[in-house]
């Protein structure tokens, strides 16, 4: 019989999905057993098991959703989640291993799971034994007003099944409430997929252009076109990350000796032409020598004497070592090696199977952190200085048990005056006579709790100066738009009035237009389908993608202008009703020179955008408080932890004054710690890189699990607040994910060391790993001129010698007239300026030169 043949065919069946009796009926009681979901909502709204009834555990909820949205969801999901990880996984391990009815080798779907041909152990699991928890944006099934995720569902239902956890199985099908959450989910997915295909196609593209002139030079050093040194040697090490399988595996390399001498050295024994090993090598390699020593003590020393051991085993050693060196200088990158596109390309490929925006992870709270396709723009094409979620971390110095690190996280957080009320009132006087005028009169009474971070004095001064303010604020500012409201539908209903004739006109005309608009449509619709690659069409793909370009770039400037302008046509018109405002002839003239003066800065210099804005404001709430009667508030009594105020209101519509006090109550801040917004106590993850991890391993045995290595994480960037902290903190280990932060206060190094953690962190999530050589050649790229340049047109490319660089990224037009009107040349040394000639690129067997041509 011919051996190559197959005998038998590789066919996956039902045979293959089914699992043995006793496991379904054990799989059935581990996930429809007890309902973890009532445990997590009960312990959310502070109550233990069975001191609720099921009614009040759901006005609980209710209450604490309804006052807190998004925070007090995120916490919830973040609850059941941690919860339900728990439920069925140990068990699921054994099941695919142990309880299937055809067992692994035979089983083909187990085989072609296992073995990494297709699939994964989630697909297997999905048929066979459970789908698990659905997520949309990373959070679970979200509820409707009515507090349901479903209309069958009761309200507020704390089930695990109503929040999206489906226990059913593809094998025996899916309930109809599964399957709808189950189609939630996976649209979700493929929408995701589409849009993400796009960003990271980009994201590639903008890497490999940037990277594209690196390459390997004669001297080992990574240089740029320019002869601009990124690296002194390739990945800090030299070594070409294709040829590093077997260079630390020191055993294969001892048991093929001979094979790599022959293939090294041509059948020659090994000499001592290397002199010494790179730094950390040598070490490894004794580390190895000496397990290997103990090991043939034990079996030579009946046979063998000591001394004779000794020295076989130096010369044993001393070959080995220089077969090691050997091995090392075999495989270090050949010179023109181009290591630029290499590692935009292992990057640029994984960022396509990211799905991911955003990511909860145990511990974090709601404290949401940004990941995947987002993530990886932020660090790498854009190099934010504000980016979406700033998060500060800081380790506890020493052990410290829960109750200590508490009371220091009780130190930090900001305390609100949301936080403190206990209890709000309004009461209206519809009718009340003040200064001979009608009015109506709004009392509002706040009583507030006790805390122990705030003292009295401190409550009072915030209640009476910055919270009245503010609420001042808060009420004119909604009158604003209720009387813009007011005036939107007066409008209405005046141009509602007009004479029938006009109408009908108008209406027959706008028919008219609405058919040729149709008629146009339909027409533009046969045109692309019958010529895609129309002119017009290609017009139209190219002014839409340069709008992509031009958005991020131009976003914050348009916003910026833009409020001004609305800044100063609300001001001028506040201005010019002289007979309602109390303001004189030079307090207009301060206020437009005040405004040309905040636009002068802002067509001057992009980085005042912040300052503008903030004068802009403070200018507004000025022309506010000067606009509104001097006696709206009529009276205010503040005695410890009770504060009242009265509004008095003429002829203006009602307002839900409650409301209006609530927002402003979580604007104002009675105890504030810089800019940290929230603040988390989480555990420390000690590595064995720290000098904390022989402690901890000796504390973990002898403690208690209450106590540990506790670290502060707070959203926002505020390094002096944590600064201030040093007796209880341990502020050499501070970390933040904001990369140009970490350039400002720890300098380049700090930041070239967070872009390859940031990234690592990145991909780590789907489980990716990119080779460190790949990575710190992004890093030292983007940090090589002592700043943190981001990789498109405004980064280091702008700073190209090469015009047919920059030509060919982006914005082509631009760099032409550049290029023109400044007289540029091109000494053709980058590949795109090459591929644009024609000629060979300079790299690999293209970056040298036959200098003078040899007869032989």
């Given at each position: 019989?011919?051996?190559?043949?197959?005998?038998?065919?590789?066919?996956?069946?039902?045979?293959?999905?089914?699992?043995?009796?006793?496991?379904?009926?054990?799989?059935?009681?581990?996930?429809?057993?007890?309902?973890?979901?009532?445990?997590?909502?009960?312990?959310?709204?502070?109550?233990?098991?069975?001191?609720?009834?099921?009614?009040?555990?759901?006005?609980?909820?209710?209450?604490?959703?309804?006052?807190?949205?998004?925070?007090?969801?995120?916490?919830?999901?973040?609850?059941?989640?941690?919860?339900?990880?728990?439920?069925?996984?140990?068990?699921?391990?054994?099941?695919?291993?142990?309880?299937?009815?055809?067992?692994?080798?035979?089983?083909?779907?187990?085989?072609?799971?296992?073995?990494?041909?297709?699939?994964?152990?989630?697909?297997?699991?999905?048929?066979?034994?459970?789908?698990?928890?659905?997520?949309?944006?990373?959070?679970?099934?979200?509820?409707?007003?009515?507090?349901?995720?479903?209309?069958?569902?009761?309200?507020?239902?704390?089930?695990?099944?109503?929040?999206?956890?489906?226990?059913?199985?593809?094998?025996?099908?899916?309930?109809?409430?599964?399957?709808?959450?189950?189609?939630?989910?996976?649209?979700?997915?493929?929408?995701?997929?589409?849009?993400?295909?796009?960003?990271?196609?980009?994201?590639?593209?903008?890497?490999?252009?940037?990277?594209?002139?690196?390459?390997?030079?004669?001297?080992?050093?990574?240089?740029?076109?320019?002869?601009?040194?990124?690296?002194?040697?390739?990945?800090?090490?030299?070594?070409?990350?294709?040829?590093?399988?077997?260079?630390?595996?020191?055993?294969?390399?001892?048991?093929?000796?001979?094979?790599?001498?022959?293939?090294?050295?041509?059948?020659?024994?090994?000499?001592?032409?290397?002199?010494?090993?790179?730094?950390?090598?040598?070490?490894?390699?004794?580390?190895?020598?000496?397990?290997?020593?103990?090991?043939?003590?034990?079996?030579?020393?009946?046979?063998?004497?000591?001394?004779?051991?000794?020295?076989?085993?130096?010369?044993?050693?001393?070959?080995?070592?220089?077969?090691?060196?050997?091995?090392?200088?075999?495989?270090?990158?050949?010179?023109?090696?181009?290591?630029?596109?290499?590692?935009?390309?292992?990057?640029?490929?994984?960022?396509?199977?990211?799905?991911?925006?955003?990511?909860?992870?145990?511990?974090?709270?709601?404290?949401?952190?940004?990941?995947?396709?987002?993530?990886?723009?932020?660090?790498?094409?854009?190099?934010?200085?504000?980016?979406?979620?700033?998060?500060?971390?800081?380790?506890?110095?020493?052990?410290?048990?829960?109750?200590?690190?508490?009371?220091?996280?009780?130190?930090?957080?900001?305390?609100?005056?949301?936080?403190?009320?206990?209890?709000?009132?309004?009461?209206?006087?519809?009718?009340?006579?003040?200064?001979?005028?009608?009015?109506?009169?709004?009392?509002?009474?706040?009583?507030?709790?006790?805390?122990?971070?705030?003292?009295?004095?401190?409550?009072?001064?915030?209640?009476?100066?910055?919270?009245?303010?503010?609420?001042?604020?808060?009420?004119?500012?909604?009158?604003?738009?209720?009387?813009?409201?007011?005036?939107?539908?007066?409008?209405?209903?005046?141009?509602?009035?007009?004479?029938?004739?006009?109408?009908?006109?108008?209406?027959?005309?706008?028919?008219?237009?609405?058919?040729?608009?149709?008629?146009?449509?339909?027409?533009?619709?046969?045109?692309?389908?019958?010529?895609?690659?129309?002119?017009?069409?290609?017009?139209?793909?190219?002014?839409?993608?340069?709008?992509?370009?031009?958005?991020?770039?131009?976003?914050?400037?348009?916003?910026?202008?833009?409020?001004?302008?609305?800044?100063?046509?609300?001001?001028?018109?506040?201005?010019?009703?002289?007979?309602?405002?109390?303001?004189?002839?030079?307090?207009?003239?301060?206020?437009?020179?005040?405004?040309?003066?905040?636009?002068?800065?802002?067509?001057?210099?992009?980085?005042?955008?912040?300052?503008?804005?903030?004068?802009?404001?403070?200018?507004?709430?000025?022309?506010?408080?000067?606009?509104?009667?001097?006696?709206?508030?009529?009276?205010?009594?503040?005695?410890?932890?009770?504060?009242?105020?009265?509004?008095?209101?003429?002829?203006?519509?009602?307002?839900?004054?409650?409301?209006?006090?609530?927002?402003?109550?979580?604007?104002?801040?009675?105890?504030?710690?810089?800019?940290?917004?929230?603040?988390?106590?989480?555990?420390?993850?000690?590595?064995?890189?720290?000098?904390?991890?022989?402690?901890?391993?000796?504390?973990?045995?002898?403690?208690?699990?209450?106590?540990?290595?506790?670290?502060?994480?707070?959203?926002?960037?505020?390094?002096?607040?944590?600064?201030?902290?040093?007796?209880?903190?341990?502020?050499?280990?501070?970390?933040?994910?904001?990369?140009?932060?970490?350039?400002?206060?720890?300098?380049?190094?700090?930041?070239?060391?967070?872009?390859?953690?940031?990234?690592?962190?990145?991909?780590?999530?789907?489980?990716?790993?990119?080779?460190?050589?790949?990575?710190?050649?992004?890093?030292?790229?983007?940090?090589?001129?002592?700043?943190?340049?981001?990789?498109?047109?405004?980064?280091?490319?702008?700073?190209?010698?090469?015009?047919?660089?920059?030509?060919?990224?982006?914005?082509?037009?631009?760099?032409?007239?550049?290029?023109?009107?400044?007289?540029?040349?091109?000494?053709?040394e980058t590949p795109s300026s090459r591929i644009c000639l024609g000629l060979p690129v300079k790299m690999g067997t293209g970056c040298f030169d036959i200098m003078q041509k040899l007869d032989i």
């Amino acid at each position: 019989m011919d051996p190559t043949k197959q005998l038998h065919g590789f066919t996956c069946g039902v045979d293959d999905l089914v699992i043995l009796p006793h496991y379904d009926i054990r799989r059935k009681e581990e996930l429809e057993g007890d309902d973890v979901g009532e445990e997590a909502h009960c312990d959310f709204v502070k109550f233990k098991r069975g001191e609720i009834g099921p009614l009040e555990l759901q006005l609980e909820i209710e209450k604490a959703i309804s006052s807190n949205k998004e925070a007090a969801t995120a916490a919830l999901d973040m609850k059941m989640k941690n919860k339900l990880a728990n439920k069925g996984s140990q068990f699921n391990k054994e099941l695919l291993l142990k309880g299937l009815l055809k067992p692994f080798p035979r089983n083909c779907i187990a085989l072609m799971t296992i073995t990494g041909a297709k699939g994964s152990t989630v697909n297997f699991q999905q048929i066979s034994s459970y789908l698990g928890q659905q997520e949309l944006e990373g959070k679970r099934v979200p509820r409707m007003v009515s507090g349901k995720t479903l209309p069958c569902f009761p309200p507020w239902d704390c089930a695990s099944r109503a929040g999206g956890y489906v226990s059913d199985r593809f094998l025996s099908g899916l309930r109809p409430q599964e399957y709808y959450f189950h189609c939630m989910a996976g649209r979700e997915g493929l929408v995701d997929t589409a849009v993400k295909t796009s960003r990271s196609g980009y994201l590639q593209r903008c890497l490999i252009k940037n990277l594209e002139s690196l390459k390997v030079c004669y001297d080992y050093t990574v240089r740029d076109a320019d002869g601009s040194i990124i690296q002194f040697y390739y990945g800090e090490d030299g070594v070409d990350v294709h040829r590093t399988s077997f260079l630390k595996n020191f055993k294969a390399l001892k048991n093929n000796q001979a094979t790599i001498c022959q293939k090294l050295r041509h059948g020659c024994k090994p000499n001592s032409y290397i002199e010494k090993l790179p730094d950390g090598l040598e070490e490894k390699v004794k580390h190895f020598w000496e397990k290997r020593t103990k090991k043939l003590e034990k079996k030579l020393g009946k046979l063998v004497k000591k001394e004779e051991m000794v020295k076989q085993l130096k010369e044993e050693e001393a070959d080995f070592l220089e077969l090691v060196g050997q091995k090392y200088f075999s495989s270090l990158a050949d010179s023109g090696e181009p290591v630029g596109v290499l590692a935009g390309q292992s990057v640029g490929e994984p960022s396509t199977q990211m799905t991911l925006n955003t990511f909860h992870l145990a511990g974090r709270g709601e404290m949401n952190v940004t990941l995947g396709i987002p993530r990886l723009q932020e660090i790498l094409m854009t190099a934010s200085e504000a980016i979406k979620t700033p998060i500060l971390t800081c380790p506890f110095l020493g052990w410290k048990s829960k109750n200590d690190a508490q009371s220091l996280l009780a130190k930090v957080k900001k305390i609100t005056v949301a936080d403190m009320i206990e209890s709000m009132e309004v009461k209206l006087l519809p009718l009340s006579i003040y200064n001979h005028q009608v009015s109506q009169l709004y009392k509002l009474t706040v009583k507030l709790k006790k805390h122990d971070f705030v003292s009295s004095e401190d409550c009072e001064y915030t209640l009476k100066f910055v919270f009245l303010r503010e609420l001042e604020d808060a009420i004119e500012s909604h009158l604003a738009l209720l009387s813009k409201i007011n005036g939107i539908q007066n409008f209405k209903t005046s141009s509602g009035s007009v004479d029938s004739d006009e109408t009908e006109e108008n209406a027959s005309s706008t028919r008219h237009e609405e058919e040729m608009l149709d008629d146009d449509d339909d027409e533009d619709e046969d045109e692309r389908t019958e010529d895609l690659s129309s002119d017009t069409q290609k017009r139209k793909q190219q002014t839409t993608d340069e709008m992509d370009y031009d958005d991020d770039e131009n976003e914050d400037e348009a916003e910026t202008t833009a409020e001004i302008e609305d800044e100063k046509s609300e001001q001028t018109d506040e201005i010019d009703n002289g007979d309602e405002e109390e303001i004189g002839d030079r307090g207009n003239e301060e206020q437009t020179s005040k405004l040309q003066s905040t636009e002068e800065d802002i067509s001057n210099t992009k980085s005042s955008k912040s300052k503008t804005k903030t004068t802009v404001k403070q200018n507004k709430k000025k022309e506010r408080r000067s606009k509104k009667d001097s006696d709206r508030c009529v009276f205010v009594d503040v005695e410890g932890l009770h504060f009242e105020v009265h509004f008095r209101f003429v002829n203006e519509p009602h307002i839900l004054l409650a409301q209006v006090a609530q927002k402003t109550a979580k604007k104002v801040y009675i105890k504030n710690s810089g800019k940290i917004d929230q603040c988390r106590m989480v555990k420390y993850e000690v590595t064995e890189n720290t000098v904390m991890w022989d402690e901890y391993q000796t504390k973990q045995q002898s403690q208690d699990s209450d106590s540990a290595y506790w670290a502060l994480k707070a959203a926002g960037v505020d390094f002096g607040t944590f600064w201030e902290m040093q007796d209880d903190l341990d502020v050499t280990r501070i970390y933040t994910n904001n990369i140009r932060a970490m350039l400002n206060t720890y300098g380049v190094e700090a930041a070239r060391a967070s872009i390859l953690r940031e990234v690592k962190t990145v991909f780590g999530i789907y489980g990716v790993e990119i080779d460190f050589r790949h990575l710190s050649l992004i890093a030292d790229f983007m940090t090589h001129t002592g700043g943190y340049q981001p990789m498109s047109r405004h980064g280091s490319i702008s700073e190209s010698l090469s015009p047919f660089l920059k030509m060919s990224f982006e914005t082509a037009s631009k760099f032409i007239v550049e290029a023109a009107a400044h007289g540029l040349t091109d000494n053709l040394e980058t590949p795109s300026s090459r591929i644009c000639l024609g000629l060979p690129v300079k790299m690999g067997t293209g970056c040298f030169d036959i200098m003078q041509k040899l007869d032989i």
